[in-house]
Each structure stands twice: as C-alpha cells, then as structure tokens.
C-alpha cells in the first residue's frame, strides 16, 4: 500500500514539474524586441537588440535613399521616391537617445492613408513604449490629417530602459488588388514620408 | 567466446585505423601547420564557446548580432569540460580525445545491436565498412554526433533487451545532447506499448504495468525540460534553443512542399546536394518501416521533416546521412556484398573520405 502511494506522489510530482516547464514555455519573460524579433516574428531586423542612436529633433526620412531603415525594424514595405507603405497591422521603430530626455516629446508623423472611393476609412493607432498615445481616424477628403503632431510624456519616453519604440498599428488593412484597383497585392496602411521626435519644455 | 573476443579487437583496429585515416590526411594536407585545431570548424566554434565560456547571455554573433549558442545541447559541452578538468588539455584537444574515443565505444555498440539481427559474420563486414563510411568524419571532430550515436545505440541495445529504464536514462542524455534526441520517445512508445499489451495480457496487472509506462515516458524529458529551465532562468525564454534559429536563417513554419520547390526553382550545388542527401534519408526511412522498425523509421524521419518546415536544408547531409535509418540500411545491405564489390566500395569509400577530409579543413560550406 504505502509502495502504491509513493508511486502516485512521485507521478504527480512529475506531473506537477511538467505543468510548470509548460508554463514557462507559455510565458517567455524577454523584451518587447526579443519577442517581436524571435517569438512573434514580427520584425525583420534584430539590431542587437537596441534601437539606433537617434538625436532628438533628427528627421526619419521614410523617402526614397533616406534614413529611415536604420530605425525601421518591420512591417514596411520598400522605401519609394516620396516615402514608405505600411503594409501590416503593426510597424515598428526603434530608436535609442542618447540620454533621458527631462522634457515631454512632440512626435510629429508626415503621412498619408491609403484611402479611395471603395476604402474611405483607414483606422490607426500610435504607440509608444506600449502606450497608445493618439487614435487617428483618416477620412477620405478630410483636410490637414496628413501632418499629425502627437504629445508624448516624458514618462512614457524614458519607461523602455533607454529605448524608444514607436508602434504603428493600423486595422483592416486592404490591398489595391483586393479593391481591384491595380495588381499590388500588398495591403496598405499609411504611406509614410517622415517622422521627428523633439523635445518639447514643459 | 574467443572469436567474439577477436571480432571486436579486429574491430577496434580498424575503427583505430578509420581514424587515423582522418588525422594523417589532416596533418599532410595542412603541413603540419595549425593541426589539430584545423579541424574545427563551423559549429566546433559554437561547442567551445560553451565549453570556454558558458551558454550567452543575449543575441551576439554574426554581423546582425542576432544568434547565440543556445542551439548547442549542454551534455557534449559539460563532458569535454570535465576531461579539461581531469587532464591538461585544452578545449580542442579534449573533444577530439573524447570524441574519437568514444567513436571506438560506438563501434562496438553499432556491432552487439546489429549483431541479433543480421548474423555474426554480415555485422563484422557491415560495421568494419561503416568505419570508413565518409560521413563518420563527424563522429571524430569535435561535434556531437559521436556521443548522441552511441547513446542512440545503446538505448536501442537496451530496448531490444527490455531493460526499460536503462533505454530511458540513454535516452534522457540523448535530449540533452542534440535536439532530435527528445524524439526517442517515438521509439519508446514503438516499442514498449506491444511489451506493455504483452505483458497485461499475461500477469492481468494493468494497472502497475500502465503507471510503469507512464513514469518511464514521464521520466524521460525531465534532463530535456532542465536545460529548458536553465534557458529560461539565464533568457526567460525556455525555448530559446529554438527561436534562435531564425538569427541561423531558420524561420519556422514554412511547407514542407513549399521549400523543395523553391530548392528547385532556384538550384544551387548545395541545396541540390542537401536535397538529394534528403532523399536518401526519407527512403532509408521508409524502407525502416517496411522493415517493421517503425519507431526507427519515424524517429530518423521526423527531423529531416522539421527542418523542412525551417526552409533552410543547411547540414541536411549531416543530419540524413548519419540518421539511425541510414546507418542500419547501410550496415544491413553493405554486409551483403560480394567480396569484389565490398572491397571496391571499400576503395571508393575512403577516397570520398580523405576528400570529406580536405573539404573539412578547409572549411567547405557543404560540410556544415
């Protein structure tokens, strides 16, 4: 009997150690960069981990042969003549300052949603260090929406151990080939020209 | 007895002699210089940075920064630490003594199981030809090819003798040593649950019979699942062994189908060669199974599969042509030959040989 219950105490400790491996399978404990890069495979670019080095009040240039694949790490599409397609739910960048700034940030974002007579409509989202700082709502034929100037706290700037990632995400996303306006089968968000974090004294 | 006893002394020799095939080529085509540490290469590097170092913290090598050494299985590694620590060599030296040591050990293994199975006389000719099989060239530089073979081995000795739990423990130290030994379980379940109904239906004890098989397939993955752990306590990630592989240029989740087409579509010496070295070790599979070695065959197959889902076939020679199903397939129809065609084959056998040699040395892409 007592041969019977060992066996069970072990058995179940072993399950008991199983369920807790199975946890820790479950639940990675990695930065946000790791898990985009290795888990999720959302990003393209590893960079060490880090985001660039990026000076406050320098300019992204998403345009064609500008700056911005230093700090682009996924979910655009290949820089054109006058900026960058967005072409999946969530964009990434990361950027690395080389201090703490004291002050809150202006992120100003030059760019226009893919929007036509069959797709009037383009919803996103802009987060920072996983705070979603401002909803955009682009609507066909709605004037002065192409320049957004976003208010960041200074908080939220310095919560990611020295980086700074800024997340796009943009939902329901369609392609021109699904609307049939042409054969570009990638599915567009916003058409990015530029994007400039600067330091705004409270 | 006594000609057992010479079989595996003769054995011995020729298997000492295979390897020093290997290390005279070695020397003479290097001059001398920079021997032995030419012969390691590729991920040699990643063994010793283990052994030297320890397992990384974060993402470093490469120009990307985004690969580590977490792939690498912890059981090599600690063995050749331990012969550092005992004798006064350095990390190289050490593998190569252990691994070629070892290969001798394996040798005598592949013989008492294939021995059962296709007579005295065909394992003596089919392992005294495997000795100088061109791939064994793995089995003696500082890879782990050598160690995860003669637990492989050994388990499969101890399964076909129903010592369960000694095929356990091998099997337990297999997981540690490669990422394709946690798939032993596939030969475990092969070939305890036809035991296990065998058993119930002669002593009618189901029920100790079953929690036996389910401590023994339990127990199995508890070395596995601590080098697990270990990742996760050092990354916090305990699968890290596996999302690393995309800084390898493994990313997981493509078809099968899909990446043999576009092996086809853009052919390369290489990829041709990884694909053909595919072939082989799918067919050598199948004709496992036809054979009734079910689990065996499963058990070679399915790593080979895996790496298809990565989309890069990059060491699928290695991986095919040193699987359980190619070793047995070749042991088994090489001990058939005529004397003629063994000795030829024999010939051909140890050309390809010193040439996997050279290509070794100096570092060819198609020895990764």
């Not at chain 2, 070295?277 to 065996?296: D, E, P, Q, R, T």
Request: proline letters at 4%.
């Amino acid at each position: 009997m007592n041969y019977n219950l060992k066996y069970y105490y072990a058995l179940f400790l072993l399950l008991f150690w199983h369920l807790y491996i199975l946890l820790c399978y479950a639940s990675p404990s990695v930065s946000d960069m790791y898990y985009q890069y290795y888990i999720n495979g959302s990003i393209q670019k590893w960079n060490r981990g880090v985001g660039s080095k990026y000076l406050f009040g320098d300019l992204i240039d998403f345009r064609k042969g500008g700056n911005s694949s230093l700090y682009v790490l996924g979910g655009f599409s290949g820089q054109e003549k006058k900026g960058t397609w967005t072409c999946s739910e969530y964009i990434y960048i990361y950027l690395r300052p080389n201090t703490e700034t004291k002050y809150d940030i202006n992120l100003y974002m030059s760019a226009v949603p893919f929007l036509n007579e069959k797709h009037q409509n383009q919803y996103i989202e802009v987060i920072v260090n996983e705070v979603i700082v401002k909803k955009i709502n682009y609507t066909l034929g709605e004037i002065g929406q192409n320049i957004q100037v976003i208010r960041v706290n200074n908080d939220i700037i310095n919560s990611n151990k020295g980086n700074i990632v800024v997340k796009i995400r943009a939902k329901g996303l369609v392609s021109p080939w699904e609307l049939g306006l042409s054969d570009d089968t990638r599915k567009l968000g916003v058409y990015v020209e530029s994007i400039m974090l600067k330091e705004v004294e409270k | 007895m006594k000609i057992m006893s010479n079989k595996y002394i003769l054995l011995l020799i020729i298997a000492v002699l295979s390897r020093l095939v290997i290390f005279f080529t070695a020397y003479i085509y290097l001059d001398g210089v920079n021997f032995p540490y030419s012969l390691c290469q590729w991920d040699c590097g990643w063994y010793l940075s283990i052994i030297n170092n320890g397992y990384d913290n974060v993402p470093h090598g490469y120009p990307e920064g985004n690969v580590a050494n977490w792939p690498f299985f912890p059981l090599f590694p600690i063995l050749i630490s331990v012969i550092k620590l005992i004798l006064p060599l350095n990390s190289i030296n050490s593998a190569l003594l252990f691994n070629n040591g070892i290969f001798l050990v394996f040798i005598i293994i592949l013989y008492q199981y294939v021995n059962p199975l296709i007579g005295e006389d065909n394992a003596f000719k089919g392992v005294a030809a495997f000795c100088f099989f061109p791939f064994t060239i793995y089995l003696s530089i500082p890879y782990s090819e050598s160690l995860y073979l003669t637990l492989l081995f050994l388990a499969l000795k101890y399964l076909n003798k129903h010592k369960y739990w000694k095929a356990v423990f091998c099997g337990m130290l297999l997981s540690v040593t490669r990422n394709g030994g946690v798939f032993f379980v596939i030969i475990l379940f092969s070939q305890y649950i036809p035991f296990l109904f065998k058993e119930i239906a002669e002593k009618k004890s189901i029920i100790k019979e079953v929690l036996n098989f389910a401590f023994l397939v339990l127990t199995f993955p508890v070395l596995f699942e601590l080098y697990c752990l270990y990742l996760y306590i050092k990354t916090g990630d305990a699968l890290a062994f596996i999302h690393i592989q995309r800084g390898y240029g493994r990313i997981v989740g493509k078809s099968p189908i899909e990446t043999i087409v576009s092996l086809y579509q853009n052919p390369e010496p290489y990829t041709l060669y990884c694909l053909i070295a595919l072939f082989v070790g799918i067919l050598s599979s199948i004709w496992i199974i036809k054979n009734k070695m079910i689990g065996i065959g499963i058990f070679s197959i399915v790593p080979l599969i895996l790496t298809l889902y990565t989309g890069n076939v990059a060491g699928m020679s290695r991986y095919s042509f040193l699987s359980l199903s190619v070793i047995i397939l070749f042991i088994f129809q090489y001990s058939k030959l005529s004397l003629l065609y063994y000795t030829f084959g024999l010939f051909c056998m140890i050309n390809v040989f010193i040439m996997f040699v050279y290509f070794w040395i100096n570092g060819y892409s198609y020895m990764i």
